[in-house]
């Protein structure tokens, strides 16, 4: 049982370059999101999805675009990387329930801006 | 805004030692989450506490929460050195997963 799968694991990037993290989970979770981790400052929350076709912006989704097509798939794009986006990232998912279950987090990605 | 504070944010104590973490927030809520990150992992699920008065324990740890201060503790009963990590307390404010992550506290325990 794989979990929730991150890729790349690492990442460097020149500015204004553009990608896309990608997060499987095979779970069947309902639940997924994107954080973003920086030193001194805890994990924000950059997107959410509740299910297939429903996504929401979280603290600090500016820059940042997703989707969900699928209840495994919730890729994350950075459409024009800057040097402030330079951070590590997790995906995570959990099960329904309003909130009533802990997330499983991914090995994280770390991205290089320069 | 939902903000979640956690205190201390560094603390280094000896084996055998008791200490307690603090996690307030300051909007209602009950559901909270605590979350143990080793250096350069991942995060992984502790507890989940879902109503006032909720109180859980795994081994040496034991988390309680209050939600009427908006208040959650996670105590440390005569601490071990594999218990050296970064904690986590995160808050559901809006149900589904919105969920705000206070900005952690590193253990260091000393054997």
């Known amino acids: 049982n794989a979990g929730v799968t991150q890729t790349p694991k690492f990442q460097v990037l020149k500015t204004g370059q553009s990608m896309t993290l990608q997060c499987a989970q095979d779970?069947?979770?309902?639940?997924m999101s994107w954080y973003r981790q920086d030193p001194g400052m805890g994990l924000r929350l950059i997107h959410y999805?509740?299910?297939?076709?429903?996504?929401d912006q979280g603290e600090v989704p500016n820059g940042y675009n997703v989707s969900r097509s699928t209840t495994e798939d919730f890729p994350l794009r950075l459409l024009s990387a800057a040097p402030s986006q330079t951070s590590v990232y997790f995906c995570a998912s959990s099960r329904g329930g309003g909130g009533n279950q802990p997330q499983h987090f991914g090995d994280g990605t770390r991205l290089s801006i320069l | 805004e939902l903000k979640v504070e956690q205190n201390p944010l560094f603390l280094s104590m000896q084996e055998g030692k008791n200490y307690t973490i603090y996690c307030n927030y300051s909007t209602t809520s009950d559901r909270l989450y605590w979350y143990r990150q080793d250096p350069g992992k991942s995060l992984e699920s502790l507890f989940v506490l879902l109503s006032n008065g909720a109180v859980k324990q795994e081994g040496r740890l034991m988390a309680s929460l209050d939600t009427k201060a908006r208040l959650s503790t996670l105590h440390i009963t005569a601490a071990v050195h594999d218990l050296s990590a970064t904690y986590f307390c995160a808050v559901n404010s809006g149900g589904y997963q919105k969920v705000t992550f206070g900005t952690g506290t590193k253990l260091q325990v000393i054997p």
């Open positions: 999805s509740v299910g297939a076709g429903i996504t």
């Open positions: 779970m069947n979770h309902e639940y």
